[in-house]
C-alpha cells in the first residue's frame, strides 16, 4: 500500500468581503511570509493540488519545509510523500522515512502507518523490522487508519496470534474491506466459538482514541 498525498479543501481566510481565487492566494501568501505555520502549509497544498496556482511541486516542497520547521506534523508528513515519489525534490526512501519519522512522532496516524510499512517491507534505510513494523502499525491503528488494521492483523496471522489478527480484522471487515473479511473468516475458523464471540463483543465496544 503507498501513502498518498491527502486531499485537503481550501477554505477561503475571512479577511476579504470577495473571495475570489487572486484575493484568497494573495492572503495566504501574505499570512505565509509572516511566518503564519498553517498559511505556510495552505501554500503547500495549493501548489501540490494545483488549487488557485499553477501546479508546482518544487514550491510545495518550499512552503511545507516552512510549515514543518514551524512543527507542523501534517507538513512533515507530506514532504515524506514528495521525497517518496520524487516530486519537486530528488527522490529518497531514507529522506521520506525522517519526515515521516518526525510526523509521527507527533502522533499522526498516517506517517506512523507509513513507518509500519517502511520497517515491514525494510526500506529508506530501515533493516526489515516486523516487530518495529507492528508497533508503528498498532498506533495508527488504535487512532482508526484501516490500512494500519489491515496489516496489523496480518502480521498477527502469520505469527500465529489468531485472536489479535481476528480483532483487527474484525473491525476493518465491518467497515466493508472484502479481503479482511476473508481473512477474519479463515482465522476464525482456528479459533473456539466461545473465543470468537468474546473477541467480537471486544470489537463491539472498541473505539479509536484521539490522534
Same mark, same amino acid.
Given at each position: 500500500m503507498k501513502p498518498s498525498l491527502p486531499a485537503l479543501a481550501l477554505a477561503c481566510l475571512m479577511l476579504l468581503p470577495a473571495c475570489t481565487a487572486s484575493s484568497r492566494v494573495d492572503?495566504?501568501?501574505?499570512?505565509?511570509?509572516?511566518?503564519?505555520?498553517h498559511a505556510q502549509a495552505l501554500m503547500g497544498e495549493m501548489y501540490a493540488n494545483g488549487s488557485d496556482v499553477k501546479r508546482d511541486y518544487?514550491? @510545495? !516542497?518550499?512552503?511545507?519545509?516552512? #510549515? *514543518?520547521?514551524g512543527g507542523s506534523a501534517q507538513a512533515e508528513y507530506n514532504l515524506g510523500v514528495l521525497y517518496e515519489r520524487g516530486q519537486g525534490v530528488q527522490r529518497s526512501d531514507a529522506a521520506a522515512?525522517?519526515?515521516?519519522?518526525? @510526523? !509521527?512522532?507527533?502522533?499522526?496516524? #498516517? *506517517?506512523?502507518?507509513?513507518?509500519?510499512?517502511?520497517y515491514e517491507m525494510g526500506r529508506g534505510g530501515e533493516p526489515r523490522d516486523l516487530r518495529q513494523a507492528t508497533v508503528w502499525y498498532l498506533k495508527a491503528a488504535e487512532k482508526g487508519y484501516?490500512?494500519?488494521?489491515?496489516?496489523?492483523? *496480518?502480521?498477527?496471522?502469520?505469527?500465529?496470534?489468531?485472536?489479535d489478527a481476528y480483532f483487527w480484522l474484525s473491525i476493518v471487515a465491518r467497515a466493508g474491506d472484502r479481503q479482511a473479511e476473508v481473512m477474519r473468516q479463515d482465522?476464525?475458523?482456528?479459533?473456539?466459538?466461545a473465543q470468537t464471540a468474546e473477541i467480537m463483543r471486544k470489537v463491539d465496544n472498541w473505539r479509536p482514541v484521539a490522534g
Open positions: 492572503a495566504i501568501r501574505g499570512k505565509a511570509e509572516q511566518g503564519d505555520v518544487g514550491q @510545495a !516542497a518550499s512552503w511545507w519545509s516552512k #510549515a *514543518a520547521a522515512v525522517r519526515w515521516y519519522a518526525r @510526523a !509521527a512522532d507527533q502522533g499522526l496516524a #498516517a *506517517a506512523e502507518y507509513n513507518m509500519g510499512v517502511f484501516p490500512d494500519a488494521q489491515f496489516n496489523l492483523g *496480518a502480521i498477527y496471522a502469520r505469527n500465529q496470534q489468531p485472536a482465522v476464525g475458523s482456528h479459533l473456539p466459538p
